[in-house]
């Protein structure tokens, strides 16, 4: 079923933006995390590290990928919590481990406190990935998901921003006391958040979910808009309540949910091994490996890295819903694959003696964490979102965010024994055609953009069908 957009235009937007940007808040604590490594790793290697005693590369490396293994082991749990206590609960509780996690780095400095205290961030960060993403495309209306859901990525990249300044300029438990105050902050405010309109109505709550439905668009509960979406969430709860338990057996049974559960397994391989969050989390090293000479250190060169990100993601917020996401997604692929090809060749070149220009290796660099910003790390959390109806949505993202913590855990912890055999030059070229390979799997995943649940369905059981293969 289409809505009009003509009767949503009569409403307003604003409380979709405001608690899509509390929700966001998680990926911004994300971000946080992610980058913290960034601009602490110089001081946790240092004479005088605050944990007693210098930390080893592989040390840094452990502490870079078990994050994202913890997280690789609470996914699952979350998407049982998710559908029996809500979205908005969930996300409030997700707070704490991370808020816990700051305080035993700032208690309990020690190196085993400090892996403990990064595991229990991903737990925090796996929830983030796979709930708030649930919520935010839960809480929007059809022409908002991909302006919403870029602002997840923007939202996750000022908090990249944020570390890397007040890492650049504060010592280490400074810092922490600094980012404490965002988890507080985010609990607080997902107190007045209203519940996700998809789970009322999967609870039954079919008054709450018109009263929210209605805030939401800033109509009244009766206008068409309200009606239409929930009768819609209505008639796919009684087609879900008429099947036995859906479980993910019976998901990779249907042809269609398993053809898109593969496809977006493969495509979030070749998301997560692009590149860009292994810059992201090793920024400082590989700037300062490349050789080249600024005047300014390579702890506040990586400030920009997060400045560009931001811009890309703002851009993403401007024409996700102009273009098709398969479009959109294939672009970031292809021209991250260039980059990352380009400085892996150039620092080839450089190593047999040839004069490489200076600005080569960070401008790559940018490109890459700007198309990572603006296209690759978002389009796949939206299409998989958009890709399966909300019955099955909280168990299949269960699996495709699990899947993907596993993956991204194996690129961190991988990146310094890889660069470390092969060079950083293989490393990046390597990266250059997984991203290659990107741009292929887009032309195999349907578009997804302003189709129905029912539409995309019928593309993923019928991929040679041309009847619906150009986005409205």
């Not at 490393?427 to 991203?435: L, M, Q, R």
């Amino acid at each position: 079923m289409k809505i009009n957009m003509v009767d949503i235009k009569q409403g307003h937007t604003y409380y979709q933006w405001i608690y899509a940007s509390v929700a966001s808040i998680g990926f911004m604590l994300f971000g946080m995390e992610a980058g913290w490594l960034s601009p602490i790793t110089k001081t946790l290697q240092s004479e005088h590290s605050p944990l007693g005693y210098p930390l080893s590369s592989s040390t840094i490396s452990l502490c870079a990928s078990v994050t994202a293994i913890s997280s690789a082991f609470t996914v699952f749990l979350y998407s049982y919590l998710v559908d029996k206590y809500g979205r908005k609960w969930i996300i409030f509780a997700i707070t704490i481990p991370q808020a816990l996690s700051i305080l035993m780095r700032i208690m309990f400095p020690n190196v085993v406190v400090l892996l403990i205290a990064r595991s229990a961030a991903g737990i925090s960060a796996s929830g983030v990935f796979t709930i708030c993403t649930i919520y935010t495309r839960e809480i929007s209306q059809s022409n908002m998901i991909g302006r919403l859901g870029s602002l997840q990525v923007v939202l996750q990249f000022t908090g990249f921003l944020i570390i890397y300044l007040i890492g650049a300029f504060f010592e280490y438990f400074t810092v922490l006391w600094i980012f404490l105050a965002f988890p507080i902050t985010m609990a607080v405010l997902m107190i007045s958040a209203p519940e996700a309109p998809a789970y009322l109505v999967k609870r039954g709550k079919i008054d709450d979910a018109y009263k929210t439905v209605a805030f939401l668009r800033g109509v009244k509960t009766d206008d068409k808009v309200v009606v239409n979406e929930i009768n819609e969430m209505q008639k796919q709860e009684e087609e879900f309540n008429s099947m036995s338990t859906i479980g993910m057996r019976t998901i990779i049974r249907d042809k269609s949910w398993r053809r898109g559960l593969i496809i977006m397994l493969a495509t979030f391989t070749l998301h997560s091994w692009n590149g860009a969050f292994a810059i992201l989390t090793y920024a400082s090293a590989i700037l300062s490996s490349t050789g080249n000479v600024f005047d300014i250190s390579p702890q506040l060169q990586t400030i920009s890295f997060p400045i560009v990100m931001i811009i890309a993601s703002l851009s993403l917020t401007g024409v996700a819903e102009r273009f098709g996401r398969r479009v959109l997604l294939a672009a970031g692929f292809l021209i991250s694959g260039l980059a990352l090809t380009a400085l892996g060749v150039a620092m080839l070149v450089k190593q047999y003696g040839y004069v490489v220009p200076s600005w080569l290796p960070i401008t790559s660099m940018m490109v890459a964490v700007a198309m990572y910003a603006g296209s690759v790390r978002p389009l796949p959390y939206v299409i998989s979102t958009e890709m399966f109806n909300f019955q099955v949505r909280a168990k299949v993202m269960g699996s495709i965010v699990t899947y993907g913590w596993v993956i991204v855990a194996t690129q961190l912890f991988a990146y310094g024994p890889l660069t470390a055999t092969c060079g950083l030059h293989v490393t990046f070229i390597c990266y250059g055609i997984i991203n290659f390979l990107g741009v292929i799997m887009c032309y195999i995943m349907p578009e997804t953009k302003g189709r129905t649940d029912q539409e995309i369905r019928h593309a993923l059981a019928h991929p040679k069908s041309k009847t619906i293969s150009k986005p409205t």
